[in-house]
């Protein structure tokens, strides 16, 4: 995986080396009002990030993730993600979020594109899609903003606290930009 640059973000790809980071930010309880996020300790996170896949390309499957670095701020200011089930999905699922003192920028809604872009630009994928509970807004907002239309409700499609709950499913399709029209795009690399 590489390191993605935007405007004013730096998308770090998770490893062990900096896996210690993630499980930090991963720790901060507001970001588990509206998501499971795993409850395993520091060493046991350390463990299940260095066993993932480290290079995105054509054909892989499992979990990546980055660290979100805001010019001008050395610690991490969120997390990105995007997995593939399985070895022959043709759909990514993303994932983000942005601790508190850094909402309402843009900066959730720029890291979605740029995970977007490099899903798309790295893997034979025909269409991302994201998850979110409906009364989470924010999230709704960014996913909209990044070019995803709401496509159904999932009647218990996801955890929070340990309980199902219905989530609203977002998909963005290949070769569509943020703004619905349609793209010339290379197959993958
Ligand atoms: C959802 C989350 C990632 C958004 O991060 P962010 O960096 O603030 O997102 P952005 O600034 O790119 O965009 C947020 C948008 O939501 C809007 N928004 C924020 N709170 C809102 C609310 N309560 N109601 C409606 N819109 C809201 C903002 O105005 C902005 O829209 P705009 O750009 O049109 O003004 C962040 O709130 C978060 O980490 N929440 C907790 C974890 C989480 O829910 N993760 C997603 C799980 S699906």
Redesign the pocket.
């Known amino acids: 995986m590489r390191t993605i640059r935007t405007e004013r973000l730096r998308l770090e790809p998770a490893t062990a080396e900096n896996a210690d980071l993630l499980w930090r930010v991963l720790q901060e309880p507001?970001?588990r009002?509206?998501?499971d996020l795993p409850d395993v300790d520091v060493a046991q996170f350390r463990r299940m990030v260095a066993a993932r896949p480290s290079e995105l390309q054509s054909g892989i499957s499992g979990r990546f993730e980055w660290l979100l670095y805001l010019e001008g701020v050395h610690a991490p200011v969120?997390w990105a993600s995007l997995r593939v089930a399985e070895r022959a999905s043709s759909a990514g699922e993303i994932?983000?979020?942005?601790?508190?003192e850094?909402?309402?920028?843009?900066?959730?809604?720029?890291a979605v594109l740029a995970v977007v872009e490099e899903a798309f630009a790295k893997l034979a994928l025909r269409r991302l899609r994201?998850?979110?509970?409906p009364e989470?807004?924010?999230?709704r907002?960014?996913l909209e903003?990044a070019g995803f239309r709401a496509d159904g409700v999932l009647p218990h499609g996801a955890t929070v606290r340990g309980r199902p709950v219905d989530v609203v499913g977002y998909v963005r399709e290949r070769g569509v930009d943020s703004s619905g029209q349609t793209i010339e795009m290379p197959a993958s690399g």
């Open positions: 507001d970001l009002e509206y998501q969120g994932g983000y979020s942005v601790l508190r850094y909402r309402g920028r843009g900066i959730a809604t720029e994201a998850y979110c509970v989470n807004l924010a999230s907002r960014v903003a």
